[in-house]
């Protein structure tokens, strides 16, 4: 059982803590909540011309400032509550199965009401968030990219398709710039609608004949590839030595 001079020594603690928090929240206007988002709390009468790393920036500090606030709040509402006890002459007993709590747990935590037993720190839930089940991995179970048979158009590729309208990203972001703003999406090399890599660039009229080459890097690769290799084709900037598509050059 706690004696007088542990009680009073709690109960200043508890006192203290909790003018602490008041000022605090006084003096940081409860950690900007009192400030509506975005305009007053940035100044700005409009986001429409900020960088969206800006915005991002702005929103994560928005982010910090809730999670503090919401912290001191549980932190404040656990003093009153303890305070109460005391009022009620019922503190220092565990609140779940009547026994007293030590003067040791006290001392260190002043704000608890149940013994190390019945703490609800004591267990870790491992329950995850039921959006898990459909954002993880990223894309989630509309990600069909790993079943290799199956070539449909799916969640990934839809975020393809707005990406390459841009982002907030620039050449200088990456670690290795890219060659065009149209390599600067997830997986740009990605083949669309082509299986061999010169059916990027290379087209035909309905017979297969009159072969026509579309200026693209993939063709530049390709012919440097021949070059590298000594290899000629019928089309591109070599000229075609025999009847089949590729020879080697003896």
């Given at each position: 059982m706690l004696t007088r001079e542990q009680l009073s020594k709690l109960e200043k603690e508890l006192k203290a803590?909790?003018?602490?928090?008041?000022?605090?929240?006084?003096?940081?206007?409860?950690?900007?909540?009192?400030?509506t988002y975005p305009f007053n709390s940035t100044g700005e009468l409009s986001s429409?011309?900020?960088?969206?790393?800006?915005?991002?920036?702005?929103?994560?500090?928005?982010?910090?400032?809730?999670?503090?606030?919401?912290?001191?709040?549980?932190?404040?509402?656990?003093?009153?509550?303890?305070l109460s006890l005391i009022e009620k002459g019922t503190y220092g007993r565990c609140e779940v199965c009547g026994k007293e709590i030590p003067y040791e747990?006290?001392?260190?935590?002043?704000?608890?009401?149940?013994?190390?037993?019945?703490?609800?720190?004591?267990?870790?839930?491992k329950d995850r968030p039921i959006e898990e089940e459909v954002l993880t991995p990223?894309?989630?179970?509309?990600?069909?990219?790993e079943n290799d048979?199956?070539?449909?158009?799916?969640?990934?590729?839809?975020?393809?398709?707005?990406?390459r309208y841009g982002n907030s990203e620039t050449p200088q972001d990456l670690a290795v710039p890219p060659l065009s703003y149209s390599q600067m999406y997830m997986e740009y090399e990605e083949p669309l609608g082509y299986v061999e890599d010169y059916e990027n660039y290379a087209?035909?009229?309905?017979?297969?004949?009159?072969?026509?080459?579309?200026?693209?890097?993939?063709?530049?690769?390709?012919?440097?590839?021949?070059?590298?290799?000594?290899?000629?084709?019928?089309?591109?900037?070599?000229?075609?030595?025999?009847?089949?598509?590729y020879t080697e050059d003896d």
């Open positions: 803590g909790k003018e602490q928090i008041v000022s605090r929240f006084k003096d940081s206007g409860h950690f900007g909540m009192d400030v429409y011309d900020n960088h969206p790393g800006d915005e991002g920036t702005e929103l994560y500090e928005r982010e910090k400032d809730l999670a503090l606030y919401e912290h001191e709040r549980e932190h404040l509402h656990d003093i009153e509550h303890a747990r006290l001392s260190v935590l002043p704000t608890a009401t149940t013994c190390s037993e019945h703490s609800s720190t004591v267990s870790v839930s990223p894309f989630g179970r509309f990600e069909l990219d048979e199956n070539v449909a158009y799916d969640s990934e590729d839809a975020y393809q398709d707005v990406e087209a035909t009229d309905i017979t297969g004949k009159e072969v026509t080459v579309y200026p693209t890097i993939e063709h530049e690769k390709y012919e440097e590839l021949l070059d590298e290799e000594g290899i000629m084709t019928s089309f591109g900037d070599l000229p075609p030595a025999e009847k089949e598509p």
